[in-house]
């Protein structure tokens, strides 16, 4: 059960890390397979893009005002 913990840490420190940072297809892979079987990390991953997302529209509509 901790190993399962663990491997969420890993899994949402590399979908954040993605951010800046290109993952290597090694952890891509990883990343995509956990996310099949778990739902919280699935949930974090949707979150990050909902946030970048809403930064964008932010930013977007500070430069057009
Ligand atoms: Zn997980």
Not at 1 to 13: F, P, Q
């Given at each position: 059960?901790?190993?399962?913990?663990?491997?969420?840490?890993?899994?949402?420190?590399l979908?954040s890390a993605s951010?800046e940072?290109?993952?290597?297809?090694?952890?891509?892979?990883?990343?995509?397979?956990?996310?099949?079987?778990?739902?919280?990390?699935?949930?974090?991953?949707?979150?990050?893009?909902?946030?970048?997302?809403?930064?964008?529209?932010?930013?977007?509509?500070?430069?057009?005002?």
């Open positions: 059960m901790t190993d399962r913990a663990g491997k969420c840490h890993r899994i949402t420190a979908a951010r940072r290109s993952l290597t297809p090694v952890e891509k892979a990883g990343v995509r397979f956990h996310l099949l079987m778990c739902g919280p990390c699935r949930a974090f991953v949707h979150n990050l893009k909902v946030i970048e997302q809403a930064a964008h529209q932010f930013n977007g509509q500070n430069n057009k005002s």
